[in-house]
C-alpha cells in the first residue's frame, strides 16, 4: 500500500509569489490534515478536510488556503509568501476525521524556502 | 485547549545506554497521547501510542511510554539505545472529545553517540 505522498520535496519561491502544495492520501483515507513545521515554532496544526470539506482549522492569516478533492487527495495554497513561511509542510492522512484511535500517517513533507 | 510540554530540546546519550525523553500536557479533558519520531528529511512516524487500557505501551524497536494521569506525564523511555536512533521526537495529544487535531510538543532531539 502506497503511502502519503506530498510533492514537490523541495521549492524555492520569491517573497510575493504564491505556492500551491499537493498531498496524496493513502488509499482509502478520508481525512487530510496539514501542519507546518519550523525550528522556533515546532509543529503547528493548518487545517483539516474531509470528504472536501475543511473540518478544523489553525490560527494561520487567510493567506493559507486548502481544499480537497473528491479522490481525496488536497492542496494547500499560500499567497504573498513571506521569509516567514519557510518551513517544512506536512501532510497527514487518516481513515476518518476526529477518530482519536485512528493513526495519522503522514508524508515526507514539502521542503518551502521563500527568498 | 491543550498543550504539551517537552522539558528537553536535545539529549546526547552513548551507546547502549538507557534514556527517558520526557513529555508533559495540560487538558481539561481527557486526551490520548502519542510518540511520534522524525529522521533527517523525513516525515513523521507514529512510535506508539496510549488509547486507553495498561499505562504502560511499548513500541517494536525496544521504546516505552508509561501514562501517568496524576502527574499529566508521558514519558518515553529505552533502556538501551542504538546510534539508529538518533531522531527528533515529538509527544503529542488529542482530546477525546472536541477539538479534534493533534497538539505537539516541540520536539526532543535525541543524539546518539558511539
Known amino acids: 500500500k502506497a503511502g502519503v505522498t506530498q510533492t514537490p520535496r523541495y521549492l524555492i519561491k520569491t517573497r510575493g509569489q504564491q505556492v500551491t502544495l499537493s498531498c496524496s492520501p493513502i488509499?482509502?483515507?478520508?481525512?487530510v490534515s496539514w501542519y507546518q513545521q519550523t525550528p522556533g515554532q515546532g509543529l503547528q496544526f493548518l487545517f483539516e478536510?474531509?470528504?472536501?470539506?475543511?473540518?478544523n482549522k489553525g490560527n494561520f492569516p487567510g493567506r493559507f488556503s486548502g481544499r480537497q478533492f473528491s479522490n481525496s487527495r488536497s492542496e494547500m495554497n499560500v499567497s504573498t509568501l513571506e521569509l516567514g513561511d519557510s518551513a517544512l509542510y506536512l501532510c497527514?492522512?487518516?481513515?476518518?476525521?476526529?477518530?482519536?484511535?485512528?493513526?495519522?500517517?503522514f508524508g515526507q513533507g514539502t521542503r518551502l524556502t521563500v527568498v | 485547549a491543550q498543550s504539551v510540554t517537552q522539558l528537553d530540546s536535545q539529549v546526547p546519550v552513548f551507546e547502549e545506554a538507557p534514556v527517558e525523553l520526557r513529555c508533559n500536557y495540560s487538558?481539561?479533558?481527557?486526551?490520548?497521547l502519542f510518540w511520534y519520531v522524525q529522521y533527517p528529511n523525513q516525515g513523521l512516524q507514529l512510535l506508539l501510542k496510549?488509547?486507553?487500557?495498561?499505562?504502560l505501551v511499548e513500541s517494536i524497536n525496544g521504546f516505552e511510554a508509561e501514562f501517568n494521569k496524576s502527574q499529566t506525564s508521558f514519558h518515553l523511555r529505552k533502556p538501551s539505545v542504538h546510534i539508529s536512533d538518533t531522531a527528533e521526537y515529538f509527544c503529542?495529544?488529542?482530546?477525546?472529545?472536541?477539538?479534534?487535531?493533534?497538539?505537539f510538543g516541540k520536539g526532543t532531539k535525541l543524539t546518539v553517540n558511539p
Open positions: 497527514a492522512s487518516s481513515l476518518v476525521a476526529g477518530r482519536q484511535n485512528t493513526e495519522a500517517f
Open positions: 488509499s482509502g483515507h478520508r481525512s
Open positions: 478536510y474531509f470528504s472536501e470539506t475543511q473540518r
Open positions: 487538558s481539561s479533558v481527557s486526551v490520548y
Open positions: 496510549y488509547l486507553s487500557g495498561s499505562t
Open positions: 503529542a495529544v488529542i482530546s477525546q472529545g472536541g477539538s479534534e487535531k493533534l497538539v
